[in-house]
């Protein structure tokens, strides 16, 4: 497995980060109204919850205290207020309800945008940034991370702002009501907002560490899920399982670390509430012998105080939230801004044919500045000839193809096409006349038309026609239902071969100019190989075509042979030319024949 070196990259988002808040708010841009319909809702419902303790004064005072006269009046005036009461509640709802929905419309919208933008970004970018990236690591920014950010637009923009105009009413109601009492308990505040403040600093440190163990969790994951053939088949399960452990215990402690943390914040506030209600009731309830206050005010009080503690305990979790969205905001947009290092040229060159004639002039390549892996090849490859590149492993084969469909660039050098340089061109216009088939075969849970034609727009004559011509209609017609035969995800109900097959099949039908097999039968049994090489064989016919492979033996037809050794072309001729010459060819065919003998 790679080891990719786990970290969680970027920093720390920060709340008051205007540039992430700005970045946001352009894709909020077209959602405008509606956040101003959902602050005018705000509103409503802050008033309609700042009436009710109002109401509930109103009718103790004015129809349940001593000094309220006439019974009759009184029932009937308590009525009215329970019918005011009942009113407020219905508009703090109705007007609740519509401004959640507006704000989780807006903000799975939103995210809706933001995953698209990403997805697409990620389809752009260069191998060299998914070989130094693990893919756990890219799903989890796909996936947790915008999970994150909707959590912030569900969980805190739906009460941060009504939570925030309720503590500012709350508090200029209390001081209209009673100075003293309000002063008594603002004395409650620095304490409160100081441990806010401290919770808030370790939960995001807590949420930080969580969110940076399930990166390294979902890698892992998805390391194993791919690679769990060979898990299997080598007995690595105990020790795949005994990493999972101590993984996912990790995880566990982290998130143990945050739950005592959060046990204790809670209960911690709930006390500071509590403390403050014992003061109020014992200040306030001694104004209320004294007649400096009405019991109905006391009341009041207390139900401003318990509104006010609520929001005041809620808003360090909504912080801790906001805080974690921003990290993964952050997270995010790095992601988006990380530019591919193969760029189109601002007016790509598009000629009317392609020849197929490649030049590498003193190319050289290394993956990393300390990894060297080509050494200023020298290679011209004419229109219609058929060459074959062969060497050992890591001689740079396949890395030579790699850059002449631009997954890369070189370092150095210049790889020319039909006398243009490749920056010329687009890297999709080069991959539309570049075919590649590779020993790994993508293959959808379709039919065997759509995965041979595969966007293409052929129709099925062109493809039966196709299929025919390089003699592959074998292979289709043996599979039950021929070209209407559905393939299982990932081609299980497929052979090796036969997966091949479809792959060159699907290679041909987009005619590129070009054709390269990159290590195309080293896995397919002998027929077909047979059926392959047969193929092969027609559809190499006036076009340029290379051939990488380790079997020899499906080399002998080309034109000619170039022998790669540590980055450079050490030999080049016919088969015959360099059997001859007796040097490295030579010795590749020897040690191929004898293994083939041994097996």
């Not at 109705?94 to 903000?107: N, P, R, S, T």
């Not at 090796?496 to 039908?509: N, P, S, T």
């Not at 064989?537 to 080309?558: E, K, Q």
Request: glycine content about 6%.
């Amino acid at each position: 497995m790679h080891n990719f070196g786990y970290f969680e990259e970027g920093r720390i988002g920060r709340v008051s980060d205007a540039r992430l808040w700005r970045r946001l708010l352009r894709y909020c841009r077209r959602h405008f109204m509606g956040l101003g319909a959902a602050v005018l809702l705000s509103l409503l419902v802050t008033a309609a919850t700042l009436a009710m303790p109002k109401i509930m004064q109103l009718a103790i005072d004015n129809c349940m205290t001593a000094s309220s006269d006439g019974t009759v009046l009184r029932v009937n005036n308590l009525f009215h207020y329970g019918q005011a009461y009942i009113m407020a509640i219905g508009i703090a709802f109705c007007a609740g309800f519509i401004q959640v929905v507006l704000l989780e419309y807006i903000g799975q919208s939103v995210m809706h945008r933001i995953r698209n933008d990403l997805y697409s970004h990620l389809l752009g970018l260069d191998l060299a940034f998914f070989h130094s990236h693990p893919a756990g690591r890219l799903v989890t920014r796909l996936t947790n991370d915008i999970q994150n950010m909707h959590e912030m637009f569900t969980s805190v923009m739906v009460t941060l702002f009504n939570d925030i105009l309720k503590l500012v009413g709350i508090l200029v109601l209390l001081y209209l009501f009673n100075m003293r009492l309000a002063m008594v308990m603002t004395l409650f505040l620095p304490l409160s907002l100081i441990i806010t403040l401290v919770f808030s600093r370790l939960a995001r440190d807590r949420f930080r560490a969580i969110r940076s163990q399930l990166a390294v969790l979902n890698s892992f994951l998805q390391e194993i899920v791919s690679a769990v053939t060979v898990l299997q088949l080598f007995g690595r399960q105990r020790k795949s399982l005994l990493k999972f452990k101590e993984l996912n215990r990790e995880y566990l402690q982290r998130t143990l670390l945050q739950i005592r943390l959060f046990g204790t914040f809670l209960p911690l506030t709930e006390f500071m509430g509590a403390l403050a209600m014992a003061v109020i009731l014992w200040y306030g309830g001694g104004q209320v012998i004294k007649n400096r206050l009405t019991l109905g005010e006391l009341v009041a009080f207390f139900s401003y105080m318990r509104l006010f503690f609520q929001p005041m305990r809620e808003l360090s979790q909504k912080y801790s939230i906001v805080q974690s969205a921003m990290a993964s905001a952050e997270r995010i947009f790095q992601l988006l801004d990380t530019p591919s290092s193969i760029n189109s040229p601002q007016r790509p060159f598009i000629p009317a044919v392609i020849r197929g004639d490649i030049v590498f002039s003193s190319v050289s390549f290394g993956y990393s500045k300390d990894e060297q892996v080509l050494d200023n090849v020298d290679l011209h490859i004419r229109p219609g000839e058929t060459v074959a590149l062969v060497g050992s492993s890591g001689a740079g084969k396949s890395t030579l193809m790699s850059l002449l469909v631009r997954f890369y660039d070189p370092s150095r050098g210049t790889i020319f096409l039909d006398g243009h340089q490749l920056s010329e061109f687009s890297p999709e216009f080069l991959r539309e006349q570049i075919g590649i088939v590779l020993q790994d075969v993508l293959i959808e849970p379709d039919t065997v038309f759509a995965n041979i034609s595969l966007d293409t727009g052929q129709n099925r004559a062109f493809v039966n026609t196709l299929l025919h011509q390089t003699g592959m209609d074998f292979f289709v017609n043996r599979l039950p239902r021929g070209l209407d035969t559905r393939i299982g995800e990932g081609g299980h109900n497929l052979s090796a071969g036969e997966k091949q097959l479809l792959a060159f099949a699907r290679v041909l039908c987009r005619d590129p100019a070009v054709l390269i097999l990159d290590e195309a039968t080293s896995s397919v049994d002998t027929e077909s190989e047979n059926l392959l090489e047969e193929a092969v064989r027609a559809g190499f016919s006036d076009r340029t075509s290379l051939i990488i492979a380790h079997r020899l033996s499906t080399v002998r037809r080309a034109d000619r042979v170039v022998v790669m050794a540590r980055g450079r072309v050490v030999e080049q001729g016919s088969h015959e030319q360099l059997m001859e010459k007796n040097g490295l060819y030579a010795d590749l065919v020897h040690l191929d024949w004898r293994d083939r003998n041994n097996s």
